[in-house]
């Protein structure tokens, strides 16, 4: 029986966890790159939608997009818009989820004292609606994926009417930081 080799288990269990390992460990070297290297990372500013068209970042025909993409068509605008409204379209037509996940990160850190005063983590964060992008500027709802109360409340900005169906939510404006370029 020479031709047969005597086989150590210990080290061949040996063999396999060092590759099982080395294997790990090029795995998560892999997703953390493709992570790291993808999608949007915004820094910029939320503001409320009085706040934004007060400062010039939108206009009244911005406004009527938003209003219609928010009550879902003309509903208490019929005399502002008239029947034959078209609104400006959404450019993207949705937001990707790496861009979502990293403006709900943003509005977490723009509120953090409230947020952890109230034990909300960016983790419960969601973009509740996302309203069309204007001039650069995302309009978008956000809010706490968790929290559902059906209590309307209604605003007008320029006679505009805008209806949000959960009180404690709202239109939000988010203002990406200017990148800053050499030639400046």
Same mark, same amino acid.
């Given at each position: 029986?020479?031709?047969?080799?005597?086989?150590?288990?210990?080290?061949?269990?040996?063999?396999?966890?060092?590759?099982?390992?080395?294997?790990?460990?090029?795995?998560?070297?892999?997703?953390?790159?493709?992570?790291?290297?993808?999608?949007?990372?915004?820094?910029?500013?939320?503001?409320?939608?009085?706040? *934004?068209?007060?400062?010039?970042?939108?206009?009244?025909?911005?406004? +009527?997009?938003?209003? =219609?993409?928010? /009550? %879902?068509? $003309?509903?208490?605008?019929?005399?502002?818009?008239?029947?034959?409204?078209?609104?400006?379209?959404? *450019?993207?037509?949705?937001?990707?989820?790496?861009?979502?996940?990293? +403006?709900?990160?943003? =509005?977490?850190? /723009? %509120?953090? $004292?409230?947020?952890?005063?109230?034990?909300?983590?960016?983790?419960?964060?969601?973009?509740?609606?996302?309203?069309?992008?204007?001039?650069?500027?995302?309009?978008?709802?956000?809010?706490?994926?968790?929290?559902?109360?059906?209590?309307?409340?209604?605003?007008?900005?320029?006679?505009?009417?805008?209806?949000?169906?959960?009180?404690?939510?709202?239109?939000?404006?988010?203002?990406?930081?200017?990148?800053?370029?050499?030639?400046?």
């Amino acid at each position: 029986m020479s031709g047969f080799k005597k086989i150590n288990f210990e080290e061949e269990k040996m063999k396999k966890r060092i590759i099982g390992i080395v294997f790990a460990a090029v795995l998560v070297l892999l997703l953390g790159v493709s992570v790291a290297g993808c999608g949007y990372k915004p820094n910029g500013t939320f503001y409320s939608l009085q706040e *934004a068209y007060d400062n010039g970042l939108l206009t009244r025909d911005d406004l +009527l997009s938003i209003a =219609y993409y928010n /009550q %879902n068509g $003309t509903w208490g605008n019929e005399e502002v818009m008239g029947e034959s409204f078209e609104p400006q379209p959404k *450019a993207p037509a949705e937001l990707d989820q790496a861009t979502e996940r990293a +403006l709900c990160r943003c =509005y977490w850190e /723009q %509120n953090k $004292t409230l947020f952890e005063s109230e034990g909300i983590t960016d983790k419960q964060m969601e973009v509740r609606a996302y309203l069309g992008t204007y001039n650069g500027y995302i309009a978008l709802i956000m809010g706490r994926g968790d929290v559902y109360e059906e209590a309307f409340r209604r605003y007008t900005i320029d006679g505009i009417l805008f209806s949000i169906s959960n009180y404690n939510l709202d239109i939000e404006i988010f203002v990406p930081d200017k990148e800053e370029t050499e030639d400046e």
